[in-house]
């Protein structure tokens, strides 16, 4: 057995060592395919090494240290990495990560404020000790703020040592930069009417060749932190996606992975591609809003028999698109896990769910604000996400992202504003009488080999995790396996 393995169980708890088994003595809880050092065994246990992020008195900041731990010594093993997912719960927002098997890392969207940053300082610290975490690709779906303005504090962010928290390769993103208007129409640059349609025309290929002057504030602040951005070596590549532009993620073929560009759909206005306003629901009335969510970025992965389609903002008259695009195609839909479009809103198109027919579905939602309250995912959505789940399923999956998060309810407590750097208390901000604390995020992990499926969530206790696994035929025919792991 080689010296770095991968578990090939679904849950598997380690331990101190020589402390025996309880909560209290829980160093970590792994799922399938995560990567251990393992050091032998001892007597019924297996002795391994795991990296871990905690905080280190001395230097006065957080760092990764490695701690030796035990496990289950009938716990099983693979030398081969999985294909990972993580559906992380930024609030209201969206927010993915995608590691595949060889290591490379995709980031699709970053939700609005710090809980992308946080969350990779925590689940990338191995990472993070040697340097920053490198991503192929990062994918902007597109422009609203809760997609997007997270990456900018990531892409500003420092691990320390005047180093950045990430380099990337490429940025991806739909073309329309936002800009500060009056009039609808007005929100995306130049446009042009075209067989009695308003096309904006002024797409965007490298948002930082924008001028500061075209761009609203969100915007500007995003350009500034491109800037900033580095590959490897020099500059990562910016460039606008549309459908069919699948030979920008071909660096994953080596793999085994393809991803299919399905949005946005452009068109062709005096040989320039333009994207078409579209509407307010049950409205004549052209929306900057519906026009920039449904030409989102739609990505369909696949690797071996497991399909995932990434939702991102569709709307119900951009879905209609879609599905007209991908029958004159013959493009399949189809999709064992789907990021399920724009936070679970009202504005959705049973046809395209009855396309994609999910096993498993994700909903990114979650409440920051009143002015951020939309009544994410809406109750419609949710039923619709049953009736149309893949047929032959007695229970499909639907996870929303702040309903596997925890809260702990603490009563009166006095909240404290906290530097993000060093942890430690600036000011005390204000007492509260009902105060809640989300002491686990709604993180959705989804690991596949091609074939076999697992679905993990955590919960408010350390050692509790909820599971479920499946397998995906070649036909496509799913069997699930007989136990729910609740452990």
């Known amino acids: 057995m080689s010296e770095y393995v991968y578990l090939d169980d679904d849950i598997i708890r380690v ?47 957080y760092v990764s240290k490695i701690h030796e731990g035990v496990i289950d010594s009938k716990a099983g093993f693979r030398d081969t990495p999985v294909l990972k ?48 975490l490198h991503c192929d690709a990062i994918v902007v779906t597109h422009g609203d703020a809760d997609h997007y303005s997270g990456l900018t504090e990531l892409i500003n962010a420092w691990r320390g040592a005047g180093s950045p928290m990430i380099t990337a390769s490429r940025v991806l993103h739909n073309g329309l930069a936002k800009r500060s208007y009056n009039k609808q129409t007005e929100a995306f640059g ?24 075209k761009l609203n504030r969100p915007f500007r602040e995003f350009k500034a932190a491109l800037n900033k951005l580095k590959d490897k070596s020099g500059e990562p590549a910016v460039r606008r996606l549309a459908y069919a532009d699948d030979d920008q993620f071909g660096f994953l073929h080596d793999e085994g992975i393809s991803i299919e560009v399905l949005g946005p759909i452009t068109e062709n206005i005096n040989g320039s591609p333009a994207l078409p306003f579209l509407k307010q629901p049950g409205s004549s009335s052209l929306s900057a809003a519906h026009t920039i ?51 679970g809103s009202a504005d959705f198109s049973p046809g395209m769910l009855a396309a994609v027919r999910p096993v498993v579905s994700v909903v990114s939602s979650g409440d920051e604000s009143v002015a951020k309250e939309y009544i994410h995912p809406r109750a419609g959505l949710i039923g619709a996400l049953g009736m149309y789940s893949r047929s032959g399923i007695d229970k499909p999956l639907i996870y929303v992202t702040e309903m596997v998060a925890f809260f702990e309810k603490l009563g009166k407590a006095d909240v404290y504003r906290y530097d993000v750097v060093t942890g430690k208390v600036r000011a005390k901000k204000e007492t509260y009488v009902n105060t809640y604390n989300k002491k ?24 509790q995790k909820e599971s479920y696994a499946f397998h995906v035929a070649d036909n496509g025919d799913i069997r699930f396996e007989a136990k729910t792991r609740i452990i």
């Not at 028999?305 to 879905?319: H, I, M, P, T």
């Open 15 to 61: 331990y101190k060592p020589g402390a025996g088994k309880g909560a209290r003595n829980l160093i970590a809880t792994l799922f399938w395919g995560d990567r251990i050092r393992y050091l032998g065994r001892s007597g019924k246990q297996s002795r391994v090494e795991i990296p871990r992020r905690e905080w280190d008195d001395a230097k006065n900041r």
């Open 85 to 132: 997912t993580r559906f992380v719960d930024v609030g209201q927002g969206d927010g993915a990560i995608i590691e595949t098997p060889k290591g490379r890392v995709l980031l699709i969207d970053g939700g609005e404020e710090e809980h992308m940053r946080r969350y990779i300082n925590v689940a990338f610290s191995h990472y993070l000790r040697n340097g920053p």
């Open 190 to 213: 130049k446009t042009r009417k075209h067989q009695g349609h308003i096309f904006a025309t002024e797409l965007v290929d490298d948002l930082r060749t924008v001028p500061d002057s």
């Open 293 to 343: 969510n449904g030409h989102s970025i739609v990505l369909r992965l696949v690797y071996g028999n497991v399909r995932l389609l990434f939702g991102a903002d569709l709307n119900e008259e951009s879905q209609a698109r879609l599905l007209e695009r991908a029958r004159k195609d013959s493009h399949a839909l189809t999709a064992e896990v789907l990021k399920v479009p724009h936070h």
């Open 440 to 463: 686990v995020f709604g993180i959705v992990h989804i690991r596949t080999d091609g074939r076999r499926v697992l679905v993990a969530t955590h919960s408010g206790k350390d050692d």
